[in-house]
């Protein structure tokens, strides 16, 4: 399989599309990444026909401007084919939001998807055109102009209409862009880079440059042992971004530099390098002319919650949207700078889900041939996100494994299944109040040939938010275990300070599903005695800010309190410090 994921396959196959005619009419130096103003009316297909059109510099917020066309009712209402969310931090400006029905308004928010936009201001406004501003994610040229995708919806422009900006194209920044990211998904905090510079209409750099610190303080439970551990890291990441064009040929070229200092209280200091390869690959955008893209290289697959997978993999995957849902079939696997494990893994992954990303199902199967570690696993789950009840953002996950490994009998045949769901309520405009609860199955017997306990898929990183603007470790930012033969309760309690500014203070309870004298990928040094299930507790303060666009702040402090499970029971800490600056 790898010698069919090597580079020249990729380089034929985008070769043999660049093939391809180009025909049709589209505005020279308009590329997906660029913001646009659009005047204009709905017409009866739902298509936005565009009277003007105007290039803009990236904002902070969408804009629909319309006549409401549906009562506001369940927090919602329906704006020039959107469907318009209301929670407690919008803010009404001479008009009520209970009488919008046919009312002229101004909405001012956040794109989320087809069927959630978020409205942060709904003010009232008097005669003209309607209007969109928001960020340009397809091109598609014609024989008589031209059809954007603009907040997901199709604008056409007739060829007689003239693209207007006051400056000259090349000084207009490109926003935040993935060129493979399909319509409803979003940048992790991870991969969203600065605006960079402009090398051609099409080639942008840009970078993303992180500063990191922890500290780890006896992470043995035992105050009479002096263990502790301060890891000091600095890396800078350098993308170069190929946008679409006429031949809906994208890429995307990505090197990361990492530099470690690690003091350790019983190995000294020493330090750490890393040069390697990161998220690079070649795009190509509906070469068959039915909602089908491509997509091949070293590709970053990441979820809103990282509870299926967060992880750089090489291999080849396709999109395929239809009736208002988004297949990705793919088959990687980790050609370099790996662990020997995931180097001798193929998997192959069938995600589903509706373009807002609110419900999907999948099916993933890692294969590992590595002697000693042999095994297939298959893991089926389905996930839905949304807002029920309202003024809540909630969350399910439901997943079953069934597989073999190898093991000192012989082979061992794996299930499981496990669980994850929880919400969380906006109280006022600044508050927000989290509870989850979270299962992995156990089994503390494995001599019958068969190990009942849920694993994860390896490739998770259980990474998300609550209602704050920095994402944490939310199963614990000392624990962090994975899922897998444990109980897991959490609470937390937030505070937006400001506009990009929250602090979280969440905690943990943790309890075996079956006693085991082992906590799957925890970072503790102790292991459990295998008798009490009790775990113990933790409780993390985590503060974000966001000052400006460029740069993000985050302070994360935890306090791990052990259980009966533990022969040694003081308590561990935790601080991490993070600067992130994109350019």
Known sequence: MKILLKPVVWLMLAGLILSRPVAGYEPAGLVPGHWVEVRGKLNEQGVFVAQRIDLVAPEFAEVLIGTVSTPSKSGEFLLLGQSVQISPKTVFSKVAGSRLLNKRVKVEGHYRGPKRFSA???????????????????IREGDNGYTLSVLNKQVYVPAEIELRHDNPIEAYAIAHLNVALPEGKQLSEDDQFGQGIRISDRIHFTTLAEARFKGEDNYDLDDLRDRGLQTAAGSVRGRFVLAPGNHGVAGQLEFRYTRVRVDHDLFGTFYISDTRLSESFIFLDDPFGVDFDIQAGRMDFDDRREWVYDQNLDGVRVYWAVAGWVAELSATTTLSDGKPRDEATNNFVAYVSDLGRNFAAYAIQRQTDLPGRRGKVTHIGLRAFGQWP???????????????????????NMRGWGFDIGTTRSIGKHWFLTAGWAFGQGDNNTRDGTDGSFRQTRLQDNNGKFGGVTSFRYYGELLDPELANMHIGTLGLGYRFAARGSIDLVGHYYRQDKAARKIIDSDLDQRPDGISRDLGWEIDAIIGWRPVRAWDFELVLGRFKPGKAFRRRDDAWVSKVQIRYRY
């Open 120 to 138: 942060r201001k709904v003010s009232a406004r008097g005669a003209g055109r309607d209007r969109l501003v928001g960020m340009v994610s397809k």
């Open 390 to 412: 309202p003024q809540h953002e909630s969350w399910l996950e439901i997943s079953s494994m069934r597989g073999n490994r190898a093991g000192n009998r012989g082979r061992i």
